[in-house]
């Protein structure tokens, strides 16, 4: 897990470290990734996913469902 202590959008470094159930939707189809750890922004609300939060949030994805042959 990186560690962020600067918001790569606005610089504010009141960017932290948060572990949620994550809600998203795709296509009008809502799904959640319960307890993604992520980086939050509380200036600008920007969120950060490292690569295994990436890779986590795919895998919950409608979006993704049928791409696991590669990789
Ligand atoms: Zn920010």
Not at 25 to 35: D, I, L, N, Q, S
Not at 37 to 43: L, P, R, T
Not at 45 to 57: H, L, Y
């Given at each position: ?23 998203r ?11 993604l ?7 600008c ?13 795919q ?13």
């Open positions: 897990m990186m560690h962020l202590t600067r918001c790569p959008t606005c610089g504010s470094r009141r960017i932290k470290l948060v572990r949620r159930d994550f809600k939707e795709f296509r009008g189809r809502a799904y959640t990734v319960p307890k750890a992520f980086h939050e922004c509380a200036a609300g920007e969120k950060v996913f490292d690569p295994a939060a990436v890779r986590r949030i895998s919950y994805s409608p979006a993704f469902k049928r791409s696991r042959s590669s990789t």
